[in-house]
């Protein structure tokens, strides 16, 4: 069989549910695995084994299994002493990292990374995995609307882009909010080309939330919208006083999202989650160990694309249902009701992408039908043989 990503076909089928409910040819058009796969396309990204695709989250092994462990930002690497209670790990290369993961419990490795505000996770946690959508309120419903929403875009990076920029190809208005002191992480370097992709044709605002000048005016577009897309821990949500609930409540059938990596209840709403890690929490791990014996990475970080997916259609739907409410979206429960769809679709096939899929681990990523940043075309797939 040819290469292919694990849960494309998954991808593949949620696209198409957003494109017949808008009867948008251009949602039509896109096939699950571009959206599974266009960074990787566009960055030159290997099919990953231990390693993630992108290079920033690695799988180790523990005296007590796999965890998966995200070095993303620029301190992420001063927490490393905390995190195995040792300073020998300072300066640690991959090597001496992975002699020292070995030595320790799986689970307090996770919770011990947690408490520091590390992206970290453990393979085996699907059982206690969130739902993908959790609704923390209702608005009052109101009649479905003729027009698309007014969308205000508080997130980066790739999910929550990714959602509205679907939308928006659906014919929605969005206004993207970048803050001056934390720009996006992917507007230039690697992923500028992406991040071209997912942004055009959004009205940018870039505002500097310090100041009661810049959160002022945040607000008064926040007002002025239908529904809110943000991508931030609820805490993080709360210190620039913004209130989902305030928000829904204001107007029949206001609609606001949140996506995190784990979750809306108790200290999984706390928790750090990227799309890598957020997928072994989900199970991606576990099903390629099921499948092969070995552990290892499904897709580009499979919980980002797969949750702008989710959460658009799911919006989509309530926005046409005139069904307003607070939302809160786990990228974790997200790939965990993938994995679960895929396995009851066809479980021996899905065994087999994942076989295949490892088998490949170092090569390039397969070619999937690509999108131009500025004009977004479809190319023409080419097949890669397994």
């Known amino acids: 069989m040819s290469l292919s990503i694990p849960l494309a076909d998954v991808a593949d089928a949620w696209i198409g549910d957003l494109a017949r409910a808008t009867e948008i040819q251009a949602l039509a058009q896109i096939a699950g695995a571009t959206l599974l796969g266009e960074r990787a396309l566009f960055a ?8 993630s695709a992108g290079g920033g989250c690695r799988l180790y092994p523990t005296a007590s299994g796999w965890i998966a462990l995200t070095l993303a ?32 419990d799986a ?39 003729g027009d698309m929403p007014r969308i205000v875009d508080l997130s980066a990076l790739w ?37 071209s992709l997912l942004n055009q044709g959004k009205v940018e605002r870039q505002l500097d939330l310090r100041s ?11 007002d002025a919208a239908d529904m809110v897309v943000a991508a931030a821990r609820p805490r993080a949500l709360a210190q620039l006083g913004l209130d989902p609930m305030g928000f829904v409540a204001g107007k029949p059938g206001r609609l606001w999202l949140t996506i995190t990596g784990h979750g809306a ?25 099921g499948a092969t014996g070995e552990p290892g990475f499904i897709g580009d970080a499979l919980g980002d694309p797969l949750s702008g997916l989710y959460a658009a259609r799911a919006l989509s739907a309530a926005w ?4 307003g409410g607070a ?8 790939v965990a009701r993938a994995i679960a769809q895929a396995q009851a679709r066809d479980a021996s096939d899905f065994k087999a992408q994942l076989r295949c899929w490892r088998a490949a681990a170092g090569s390039p990523f397969p070619a999937v039908p690509a999108r131009d940043a500025s004009t977004a075309p479809l190319l023409a797939a080419e097949p890669m043989p397994c």
Request: aromatic share 4%.
């Open 44 to 51: 030159d990204l290997p099919v990953p084994g231990l390693r």
């Open 73 to 104: 930002r620029d301190d992420d690497r001063t927490l490393l002493p905390a995190l195995l209670r040792t300073q020998d790990v300072a300066d640690a290369d991959d090597e001496a990292l992975a002699t020292a993961f070995a030595r320790q």
């Open 107 to 145: 689970q307090a490795l996770v919770a011990q990374g947690r408490a520091l505000g590390l992206a970290i996770a453990a393979e085996d946690e699907i059982e206690s995995a969130s739902p993908a959508l959790v609704q923390l309120g209702d608005a009052p419903r109101a009649a479905p609307p």
């Open 159 to 195: 999910a929550g882009p990714l959602c509205t920029h679907l939308l928006h190809l659906a014919d929605a208005q969005v206004t993207r909010i970048e803050s001056v002191t934390r720009p996006d992480r992917m507007r230039d370097g690697r992923d500028s080309r992406l991040f």
């Open 212 to 222: 009661a000048q810049g959160r002022s005016a945040l607000f008064d577009l926040i």
């Open 265 to 289: 209840d108790g200290d999984r709403a706390t928790w750090i989650g990227y799309g890598d890690d957020s997928a072994v929490a989900g199970g991606a791990s576990a099903a390629m160990r």
């Open 320 to 323: 046409r249902e005139g069904r």
């Open 327 to 334: 939302f809160i979206l786990s990228m974790r429960g997200v």
